[in-house]
């Protein structure tokens, strides 16, 4: 952080990072072998496979840009002023511009936006509702402790900045919840185990399909390779991946409906296997 204290971009899962976790899978390995094989020595209506891979990469990536476009717009902290007392003064100034120990003025109404530490209070009192979910106004005294993003409800005080930008609460706050969290789905990981049985008998049935197809039959080797991708084609569960994906994405839209945010699709299965959530007053998990 730079000593203007100047406010982190947004945080998350890049774009490249999300295209690799739904472009690079083993699924969309073993279609694209087969794909390659057919632009060297097929037709193109013979790479029509190609749509189920595209399909579930699409539907992959566009719940997790949706994700990313929400997760951008979440600001805990959306003052764009603070008050700065500088030699018996106060002016406004950008909150990007707040550093630390700087002295700020807080007001009725103001939303503190920077950490620190009470120097003079007449009757403050700060709701922290908004990043800690504590449902009455609190006092503060001097020397007490005041969190970026809690809002002066009543009250006069000054306050000393003792961490600002990325470090603030509220900040971290935003940064913990930009950060993508992939979840572990146990039909991904049953589905994988399969491809991972098909990538291993590729090779072999391969050879067998070529072989029989170019030594029995007489066939030319680009006819066996047509066979070939036909055959190992059937052995790939297209339509298992594709219908789980589509499952996936009309949960995450209805959530959403419900004001839920699914960063990833794996989450909405993971979900669904949740029998008790226990949750205390802040919104934090407590139980699994």
């Known amino acids: 952080m730079t000593a203007s204290g100047r406010l982190p971009g947004p945080i998350g899962s890049t774009l490249w990072a999300m295209v690799r976790a739904n472009l690079f899978t083993r699924f969309n390995a073993i279609l694209g072998a087969l794909l390659v094989v057919i632009a060297l020595v097929g037709p193109p209506q013979d790479a029509l496979f190609v749509v189920v891979p595209a399909l579930n990469t699409v539907i992959g990536i566009a719940q997790e840009l949706r994700a990313r476009r929400t997760l951008a717009r979440l600001a805990v902290l959306t003052a764009p002023l603070a008050h700065v007392l500088r030699e018996g003064a106060v002016i406004d100034l950008p909150v990007s511009q707040v550093a630390p120990d700087w002295v700020l003025e807080l007001r009725p109404g103001d939303q503190v936006v920077a950490d620190g530490t009470v120097l003079v209070s007449e009757g403050l009192q700060v709701d922290e509702s908004l990043v800690t979910g504590e449902a009455e106004p609190v006092d503060k005294a001097v020397g007490d402790q005041v969190l970026s993003g809690t809002f002066v409800v009543a009250g006069i005080a000054t306050m000393r900045t003792t961490q600002v930008g ?123």
Not at 187 to 213: D, E, K
Not at 247 to 261: D, E, I, P, W
Not at 268 to 276: P, Q, S
């Open 166 to 288: 990325e470090f603030a609460y509220a900040q971290r706050l935003e940064a913990e919840a930009r950060v993508p969290k992939r979840a572990r789905s146990d039909l991904q990981a049953g589905t994988n185990q399969i491809l991972r049985g098909v990538s291993w008998a590729m090779v072999p049935a391969s050879a067998l399909l070529v072989s029989s197809q170019m030594l029995r039959s007489g066939e030319p080797l680009e006819a066996a390779l047509r066979g070939l991708v036909a055959g190992v084609g059937a052995m790939v569960p297209e339509g298992l991946v594709l219908l789980t994906s589509i499952a996936l994405a009309l949960g995450a839209l209805r959530m959403a409906r419900s004001r839920v945010l699914v960063q990833t699709l794996p989450a909405v299965e993971v979900l669904a296997r949740v029998d008790l959530l226990c949750i205390d007053k802040t919104g934090t998990l407590t139980e699994p």
